[in-house]
């Protein structure tokens, strides 16, 4: 069978733990992933995290990082504009650029194609594939807005990254991974990251104190 990854990329905007949730979603649902992290994204990690993440080495680092086995993962170098997600013939099931950075939105709304994200997410609107978009900025300027509406025009969803408490989440680590789990609901793909809404008020506060 044909390999047909999701795509993931990370800039550097704040919030490497919300591309981590997502990336140990998809591997524990047992989808393909393919890989790309920008520059700036690389710095983000450091200050976020400790990690770094080396090309020649990116199994051990990335697998780290998410602490998943990465053999289904499959990373491209940021500034490989050669490599098979730069291609419309390269088949993926769409993209999710997780955290955006307001810079990788105006590059990718304008067709820049500056690095290997740009070029991947600008195949993913022109071959009519999904891209999730989770912002991560506040608040926001007028350009952005334009940059945003342009790109949902496109068919690009847009989701900033703006956790809900209804889910009864107690701590951060589930704060992020309520936001993970409404991308891979976007993505149509299996999880049990949160808890979802029943109907009944206070349904998931209590569970989550019963626990």
């Not at 891209?131 to 790109?151: G, K, Q």
Request: charged share 25%; aromatic share 6%.
């Amino acid at each position: 069978m044909d390999r047909k990854p999701w795509l993931v990329g990370v800039t550097g905007a704040s919030g490497t733990p919300y591309a981590a949730a997502v990336l140990r979603g998809l591997i524990d649902a047992g989808e393909d992933v393919d890989l790309v992290i920008s520059q700036a994204a690389r710095l983000t990690l450091i200050d976020e995290t400790g990690r770094g993440v080396r090309d020649k080495h990116w199994q051990q680092d990335v697998g780290s990082w998410v602490d998943r086995d990465v053999s289904r993962v499959r990373y491209w170098s940021a500034g490989d504009i050669a490599a098979g997600p730069a291609s419309g013939s390269y088949r993926t099931k769409g993209m999710i650029i997780v955290p955006a950075t307001t810079a990788s939105v105006a590059g990718i709304a304008a067709g820049t194609s500056k690095d290997l994200l740009q070029r991947a997410a600008d195949v993913t609107l022109k071959e009519r594939r999904r891209l999730v978009i989770v912002l991560r900025e506040t608040p926001l300027r007028l350009s952005t807005l334009d940059n945003l509406r342009t790109l949902a025009l496109e068919g690009a969803i847009i989701m900033p990254a703006s956790p809900a408490f209804y889910a009864g989440a107690t701590d951060i680590d589930q704060l992020v991974d309520f936001m993970a789990g409404r991308v891979l609901d976007l993505c149509d793909v299996e999880h049990d990251l949160y808890r979802r809404w029943t109907g009944t008020l206070g349904a998931a506060r209590m569970v989550a104190h019963a626990e």
